[in-house]
């Protein structure tokens, strides 16, 4: 951000951060899942000056947030594998 943006709207539009920050974030989606147990979060994340990334999240009401970063192609891969691990499933 730049000292000339507002410090509720970032410069990259993209980004749902507010305020100051370095780390731009847009928020793809958050998921209840396993009996209401667990919060899980996908992220498209960048760093100033670094590479967009995804964040996945996954946490409980009484554990610290656990965070993998994976690079795009490893972030469709593991969509991949759900979806196949899904399909297993449900057969």
């Keep these: 951000m730049t000292t000339t ?3 509720q709207e970032c ?3 993209w980004c749902n ?7 731009h974030r847009q928020y793809v989606m958050s998921l209840i899942a ?3 147990t667990w919060l899980v979060g996908i992220n498209v994340v960048q760093t100033d000056d670094g590479p967009l990334h995804v964040e996945l999240t996954a946490t409980t009401r009484w554990s610290a947030p656990a965070t993998i970063t994976l690079q795009p192609d490893e972030a469709e891969a593991v969509g991949q594998a759900l979806i196949e691990a899904a399909t297993r499933a449900a057969r």
């Excluded at 951060?17 to 780390?23: Q, Y």
């Design 5 to 7: 943006t507002p410090p």
């Design 11 to 13: 410069v990259l539009k």
């Design 17 to 23: 951060e507010a305020g100051e920050h370095r780390t």
């Design 34 to 36: 396993w009996h209401r």
